[in-house]
């Protein structure tokens, strides 16, 4: 079992900055792959940014690619999502995932943290 807490989200106005955090439970996170998905209102949740249990692999969706960055620290249980050069359409509740790497889905979720970019 994984338990997620997403913390970090706000108001910001556009070009500005953003770091989420993601804290998991228990002693294995390491073995986790990481995920950051978010939700605009009236839209389906969307796939942001996923990294490898041990961080060498990263892969990002194209809307984010060059201004948000994922990372963790295992020894922390934390994961991490920097968010630069944010925009409007960036606007959405942003919530973290974890899962075994030899699964296609993310069996633990966080409970969200908003997002809110301003033009």
């Known amino acids: 079992q994984v338990q997620l807490v997403e913390s970090g989200g706000g108001l910001v106005t556009a070009g500005g900055s953003l770091r989420l955090s993601c804290s998991a439970s228990g002693r294995t996170f390491s073995s986790y792959n990481m995920g950051w998905f978010r939700q605009a209102p009236g839209k389906e949740r969307e796939f942001v940014a996923t990294i490898s249990g041990g961080g060498s692999a990263r892969s990002y969706a194209d809307s984010v690619k060059g201004r948000f960055t994922i990372s963790r620290d295992n020894a922390r249980n934390t994961g991490y999502l920097q968010m630069n050069s944010l925009k409007p359409e960036d606007t959405a509740v942003y919530y973290c995932?974890?899962?075994?790497?030899?699964?296609?889905?993310?069996?633990?979720w966080g409970q969200g943290t908003q997002v809110t970019v301003s033009s």
């Open positions: 995932a974890a899962r075994r790497p030899n699964e296609k889905g993310y069996d633990y």
